[in-house]
């Protein structure tokens, strides 16, 4: 059974910083895989599909990267709207998978 | 304008049934294959099922599979979720979303959301 494994569960990061989210699939995914940005009361945002592309109207500072199991987050600086609960999402096979997420909070 | 548009929560008693339905507009909706998606208060997202574009193929979450049926009309732009013998771990905010591409692929619309709670 596919797992899907974010880490760190919480990262604090100070405003300017890099921060670097990881997901993990159990099994290979291939690229068929997305982030979403979810902040409080409002619905998850498609930031990066097919592991590396940026969604329509995502800032530069967002990259994705990773193939296969292994894949990677990247806000290269952070900006204040930036601190919000992210997801990974695997649609390489049924059933679609989150991960159980990253809380992005300011240190 | 382009959204999607969740109604029908609310509150139900275990082993009851509920229908939600998911409203679209501004994209041509009978091209995507369309998800919904619930999250249980103060948890993270859990996929619970699709339907192709036509309609022809639909697949389900386990935790599902067998209690929702998720279907939809093209000729009025409309998503619906049947859902039966509902329990207490089915309470949860649920999302429709859209598929990225007219192939199976990442979620790039979604709704606000529409809340399902199942207590006696």
């Known amino acids: 059974e596919l797992v899907m494994t974010q880490s760190p569960a919480t990262l604090s990061v100070s405003p300017g910083e890099r921060a670097t989210l990881s997901c993990r699939a159990s099994?290979?995914?291939?690229?068929?895989l997305a982030w979403y940005q979810q902040k409080p009361g409002q619905a998850p945002k498609l930031l990066i599909y097919d592991a590396s592309t940026r969604a329509t109207g995502i800032p530069a500072r967002f990259s994705g990267s990773g193939s296969g199991t292994d894949f990677t987050l990247t806000i290269s600086s952070l900006q204040s709207e930036d601190f919000a609960v992210y997801y990974c999402q695997q649609y390489h096979n049924w059933p679609l998978l989150f991960g159980q997420g990253t809380r992005l909070e300011i240190k | 304008q382009v959204q999607l548009v969740e109604s029908g929560g609310g509150g139900v008693q275990p082993g009851r049934p509920l229908r939600l339905s998911c409203a679209a507009s501004?994209?041509?909706?009978?091209?995507?294959?369309m998800h919904w998606v619930r999250q249980a208060p103060g948890k993270g997202l859990e996929w619970v099922a699709v339907?192709?574009?036509?309609?022809?193929?639909?697949y389900y979450a386990d935790s599902v599979k067998g209690r929702f049926t998720i279907s939809r009309d093209n000729s009025k732009n409309t998503l619906d979720l049947q859902m039966n013998s509902l329990r207490a771990d089915d309470t949860a905010l649920y999302y429709c979303?859209?598929?990225?591409?007219?192939?199976?692929?990442?979620?790039?619309?979604w709704g606000q959301g529409t809340m399902v709670t199942v207590s006696s």
């Open positions: 099994q290979s995914v291939s690229s068929n």
């Open positions: 339907i192709s574009y036509n309609g022809r193929h639909k």
């Open positions: 501004g994209f041509t909706f009978s091209r995507y294959g």
């Open positions: 979303a859209k598929d990225n591409s007219p192939v199976y692929d990442a979620f790039d619309l």
